[in-house]
């Protein structure tokens, strides 16, 4: 399974009831007495075409000793730690309750990102429950009939952005496989000659004469005991000057290279400065997602050295504003000088593009920057924004839970972005905040 999914409440919610909806099997005991289920219970599940696990928990009661009920609360916490989402059901046939809210501030100083769910919505019941579940603090609930299978095209959209893609794991399964590292650039500066100093021996073809690699060629190996896939990828020229057919291919496959990286140095040549297309190539590997780090290339042969770094941050700063603090390394790669320096800004920089953000830390942060500066004015109502969650890593992903009274303009998104990025401590990787708006639960209802 991509995930795995927690279904967290106090008793008597309807846990059950979803979690055999989900697995499309009866496998958790359904009863209206609360307490039924006592230990984790663990299936595969879907919706449509996600797949995911999923782990239905014992009812949540607020005890602490080493009581029957104490210690289906420590299998729940566990469940939380396993979980890369969970899902924390009310009943809004009922409304809030005092366990409601006590739990609620738990989750909420978990790491675990939550969605809240409003269970047993089916007809208008539910509507005033599932307004009153705002004061949580969870976000935005998400209206769910578990006994009848209504909302679940909803949970689907709200579960959609956990899925791993291929290639892309959590933190610990990163660490197993091979980081993807791509050395990119125009042709002749220096990318295979780089890759040959780094592996130690003359794997790739090198030579004055520009576009000497035609495909994007990966070598496996090791840095302090780190596996890593290194790919020298074929040189990036404007497109007016791509012409012949099998250039065409060898740039549309360094294109690929980008899109599958973590990863991705861009080798520039110090004599021939830093160009649109130098800035063009890099504004393609922050689009794309990826980390990014710049090599200058032929360093020895530089006599003006500040003034050539000066020239190269300053050009930085205006055309990628978006990422802020992209390392910048000098070397040589014929002569190796320097080239130590590289890697560990590779390992740097990869550490920032998988870094993830505690939901409640994330939010005490969130209520200072809306404090310093709040949302726009929108309809004649200031926007409300209710809530944050970091939805994934590698780019660190933001979901921003708001009012749907108008849209959140780019300038206050960037200064959203530039806030995480300082506060934070994360320069040079992408960031992505995505606006989620929610619809009035009245419009329509007659």
């Known amino acids: ?29 359904v009863d209206d007495t609360p307490g039924v289920t006592r ?15 999923v782990i ?65 919505c089916e007809g208008k019941s539910g509507m005033p429950g599932l307004m009153e579940s705002f004061s949580l603090g969870l976000g935005e609930p998400l209206a769910l009939s578990a006994e009848h299978g209504e909302g679940l095209s909803e949970l689907f959209d709200a579960l959609l952005p956990f899925e791993k893609q291929e290639g892309e794991e959590d933190e610990e399964g990163a660490e197993e496989k091979p980081l993807q590292l791509a050395i990119v650039g125009r042709p002749n500066a220096g990318k295979s000659t780089l890759v040959n100093y780094l592996i130690g021996e003359d794997r790739m073809l090198t030579g004055p004469e ?94 003006d050295r500040q003034g050539t770094l000066k020239l190269i941050r300053d050009r930085l700063s205006i055309s990628l504003p978006q990422v802020r603090g992209v390392p910048v390394v000098t070397l040589s790669a014929l002569s190796g000088r320097g080239v130590e320096n590289l890697l560990p800004k590779v390992m740097e920089v990869y550490g920032l593009w998988n870094k993830r953000i505690p939901t409640s830390k994330l939010n005490r942060w969130l209520e200072v920057m809306l404090e310093q500066h709040p949302p726009p004015m929108a309809k004649g109502r200031r926007l409300k924004i209710r ?27 960037r200064y959203l972005v530039n806030g995480l990025r300082e506060d934070f401590k994360m320069p040079a990787v992408p960031i992505r905040i995505f606006p989620r708006t929610g619809k009035n639960p009245y419009v329509d209802k007659g």
């Not at 795995?4 to 059950?16: E, L």
């Not at 230990?39 to 696990?53: H, Q, T, V, W």
């Not at 790919?231 to 791509?242: I, N, Q, S, W």
């Not at 400065?273 to 042969?301: M, P, S």
């Open 1 to 29: 399974m991509s995930f795995t999914v927690a279904i967290i409440g106090r008793p008597n919610v309807g846990k059950s009831t979803l979690f055999n909806r989900l697995v499309g099997k009866k496998l958790a005991l």
């Open 39 to 53: 230990d984790r219970r663990e299936g595969d599940a879907n919706i449509s075409n996600l797949k995911f696990k």
């Open 56 to 120: 239905d928990t014992a009812g949540l009661e607020e005890k602490f000793d080493d009581s029957m009920e104490g210690r289906m609360r420590r299998q729940t916490e566990v469940a939380l730690e396993e979980a890369d989402v969970a899902l924390m059901l009310i009943d809004a046939r009922t409304g809030i309750t005092p366990l409601d809210k006590h739990f609620a501030t738990w989750l909420r100083k978990s790491k675990t990102p939550v969605i809240l769910v409003a269970n047993k």
């Open 210 to 303: 520009a576009g000497m690699t035609r495909d994007a060629i990966a070598v496996e190996w090791e840095f302090e005991g780190r596996a890593i896939r290194l790919v020298d990828t074929a040189g990036l020229r404007r497109k007016a000057r791509v012409q012949k057919k099998l250039e065409k291919l060898s740039v549309a496959d360094s294109l690929r290279v980008i899109r599958m990286a973590e990863v991705v140095v861009l080798m520039i040549d110090a004599e021939e400065t830093f160009d649109k297309q130098d800035l063009t190539i890099a504004a393609h590997v922050i689009e794309e997602g990826r980390a990014l780090v710049i090599a200058v290339n032929k360093w020895d042969k530089v006599t």
């Open 387 to 413: 809530y944050m969650t970091q939805v994934k890593a590698r780019p660190p992903t933001f979901s921003l839970f708001m009012s749907a009274r108008g849209e959140l303009p780019e300038s206050y998104l």
